[in-house]
């Protein structure tokens, strides 16, 4: 579905973005606005509801998409990259290496030299990715203060890079936290689409027995020690537990 969440300006050799606002009443119109002249820009343009068809297949959490004049177009790809769909239709998913670390990519923007800039939802900033796959950090830190999850990313007209960061609790720690908050107060409700939760935002089968050993060997200490009355002695408060 056409959106306008890229609104960026032009980047790099052909590079265009549009916003095609969504109506539910076809046709939708869309405009790119007006400017302080009152030069209006795409007057009459329409697209009917009906004429809107699928671009791509098999591709992995497309969030941000962005098209290039050539026909080409880029989506996100959540597992470490972007996908590139050719004008001809064919799916070439451009990622990190296979034991590299990948990020979850949300928003994205192209460079001029024709590199990918990727915001890293899973939680560690910004990262340059090449069109041979090759990735690396690019904006981790601000002012030495770690920028975490980020949702988007942008490169305006004089060259600079913009990063929106969607939350300081980042999604790996909240989904862990709903999980551990579930497990402690409604331990029977426990399902698998729990477990794929955590999956889905990058914790492992390992990672997820780890995370519930660890809420149920404490809640069964607590429990334990509201059961007897047992209270902690100095030492065990000395270990800042």
């Not at 962005?66 to 880029?74: E, P, Q, R, Y």
């Not at 990622?95 to 939802?121: C, I, Q, S």
């Amino acid at each position: 579905m056409p959106h306008g969440r890229n609104q960026l300006p032009p980047r790099g050799p052909g590079a265009a973005s549009r916003a095609f606002p969504v109506s539910s009443n076809p046709p939708m119109v869309a405009r790119r606005g007006v400017d302080g002249r009152g030069e209006a820009a795409m007057d009459g343009f329409r697209i009917a509801i009906d004429a809107l068809v699928d671009h791509g297949a098999g591709l992995t959490r497309p969030e941000c998409v962005l098209c290039l004049k050539s026909g080409t177009v880029f989506t996100s790809n959540g597992e470490g990259g972007v996908t590139r769909i050719g004008a001809d239709g064919a799916v070439r998913p451009i990622v990190a290496p296979e034991g590299a670390y990948r990020p979850m990519t949300n928003g994205f923007a192209l460079t001029a030299e024709g590199d990918f800039l990727l915001a890293d939802l899973r939680g560690d900033g910004v990262w340059r990715l090449g069109q041979d796959g090759a990735c690396s950090p690019f904006l981790q830190h601000v002012d030495g203060v770690r920028l975490g999850s980020t949702n988007f990313v942008g490169i305006d007209a004089k060259g600079r890079v913009w990063a929106t960061v969607s939350t300081r609790l980042e999604p790996r720690q909240r989904a862990m936290l709903d999980f551990v908050v579930k497990v402690t107060n409604r331990p029977a409700e426990m399902v698998e689409a729990d477990r794929q939760a955590l999956r889905d935002i990058g914790f492992s089968d390992p990672d997820i027995w780890d995370i519930s050993e660890v809420a149920a060997f404490f809640n069964m200490t607590n429990r334990m020690s509201l059961a007897i009355d047992m209270l902690p002695n100095p030492e065990y408060h000395g270990m800042t537990r």
